[in-house]
């Protein structure tokens, strides 16, 4: 479909992809409300929980569960599900999905399961399932297992990154934690590297701040140029890092690792109000810190 010719309501079952705006299984669908939005939220949300309960026990709390309804309001009737672990999502799964839809509101719902290219998003109806375009049954459980597969390799490569950006910058820690705790605002790292693959082009930062009542939360601040929150760790005092998902231990600093493409500007600047911080960083390659 043209984009010129898309309007602001989409109806029927487009994919991802021939999808413009907002949607409605029919014109004749009212309009949704953030009440309704709401309910039907904490219905599908139930559904997974008890689906998460009775496969993996009632202690599967988030962000530990391998996925969940976003539950942002979208403006129509569509519910978003991310999956940490694409393992889990199967055939048999989106099937579910489907009859849960049958019964809710007269199958004027849908769910978008989040994929990393729009070309992969699968777009679940009570009577069809798309991804690039409207499936048939036939075809629908290979792709839906191509995806899961494709999801699952991705994530692999991504962690493999991860493990490594973290074995990089661990010899900068040594010192971070008295650094960070004599600080009354932010302490600083800095470490730059050309790398390899998407990491190529990039300065690796990590700003810590003590983890108390006082401490300043980086995600109120604004950068320039464009900083990228990689990861956030607490950092304790032998330089270890514990996952920023957990309880943070009472002697820990929070860790931030930031990125941004490397430009002309080898320093990064933070705003919050009339407040700013100038971080100088290093050139590529250079020892950092």
């Given at each position: 479909?043209?984009?010129?010719?898309?309007?602001?309501?989409?109806?029927?079952?487009?994919?991802f992809l021939e999808h413009d705006g907002y949607w409605k299984r029919a014109p004749s669908d009212p309009d949704v409300t953030p009440e309704e939005?709401?309910?039907?939220?904490?219905?599908?949300?139930?559904?997974?929980?008890?689906?998460?309960?009775?496969?993996?026990?009632?202690?599967?709390?988030?962000?530990?569960?391998?996925?969940?309804?976003?539950?942002?309001?979208?403006?129509?009737r569509t519910q978003q599900l991310d999956f940490r672990d694409f393992s889990e999502l199967t055939p048999e799964f989106v099937r579910e999905l489907?009859?849960?839809?049958?019964?809710?509101?007269?199958?004027?719902?849908?769910?978008?399961?989040?994929?990393?290219?729009?070309?992969?998003?699968?777009?679940?109806?009570?009577?069809?399932?798309?991804?690039?375009?409207?499936?048939?049954?036939?075809?629908?459980?290979?792709?839906?297992?191509?995806?899961?597969?494709?999801?699952?390799?991705?994530?692999?490569?991504?962690?493999?990154?991860?493990?490594?950006?973290?074995?990089?910058?661990?010899?900068?820690?040594?010192?971070?934690?008295?650094?960070?705790?004599?600080?009354?605002?932010?302490?600083?790292?800095?470490?730059?590297?050309?790398?390899?693959?998407?990491?190529?082009?990039?300065?690796?930062?990590?700003?810590?701040?003590?983890?108390?009542?006082?401490?300043?939360?980086?995600?109120?601040?604004?950068?320039?140029?464009?900083?990228?929150?990689?990861?956030?760790?607490?950092?304790?005092?032998?330089?270890?890092?514990?996952?920023?998902?957990?309880?943070?231990?009472?002697?820990?600093?929070?860790l931030v690792l930031w990125g941004f493409t490397e430009g002309e500007e080898h320093s990064l600047t933070l705003q919050r109000g009339l407040e700013?911080?100038?971080?100088?960083?290093?050139?590529?390659?250079?020892?950092?810190?």
């Amino acid at each position: 479909m043209d984009r010129q010719v898309r309007s602001r309501w989409l109806y029927g079952t487009p994919s991802f992809l021939e999808h413009d705006g907002y949607w409605k299984r029919a014109p004749s669908d009212p309009d949704v409300t953030p009440e309704e939005y709401d309910q039907v939220y904490h219905e599908f949300d139930a559904f997974i929980s008890h689906r998460i309960a009775a496969s993996r026990g009632s202690s599967a709390v988030f962000p530990d569960v391998p996925y969940y309804f976003r539950g942002n309001f979208t403006g129509d009737r569509t519910q978003q599900l991310d999956f940490r672990d694409f393992s889990e999502l199967t055939p048999e799964f989106v099937r579910e999905l489907q009859a849960e839809l049958e019964h809710v509101r007269g199958g004027m719902w849908r769910i978008i399961i989040w994929a990393w290219t729009p070309e992969e998003l699968i777009v679940v109806y009570p009577n069809v399932v798309c991804i690039d375009t409207a499936l048939s049954e036939a075809e629908q459980d290979a792709r839906v297992s191509e995806v899961a597969r494709r999801q699952v390799a991705r994530d692999a490569r991504r962690e493999d990154e991860r493990q490594a950006r973290i074995a990089r910058v661990r010899p900068l820690l040594r010192d971070a934690y008295g650094d960070a705790r004599a600080s009354d605002k932010l302490a600083y790292l800095v470490h730059a590297e050309g790398g390899s693959g998407k990491d190529d082009g990039r300065v690796w930062m990590w700003l810590i701040h003590p983890s108390d009542s006082n401490r300043i939360y980086l995600n109120e601040y604004r950068t320039q140029p464009y900083a990228q929150t990689w990861e956030t760790f607490y950092l304790l005092p032998d330089a270890s890092l514990v996952t920023k998902r957990r309880d943070a231990p009472d002697e820990a600093v929070l860790l931030v690792l930031w990125g941004f493409t490397e430009g002309e500007e080898h320093s990064l600047t933070l705003q919050r109000g009339l407040e700013t911080i100038e971080l100088p960083c290093p050139p590529l390659d250079a020892p950092g810190r």
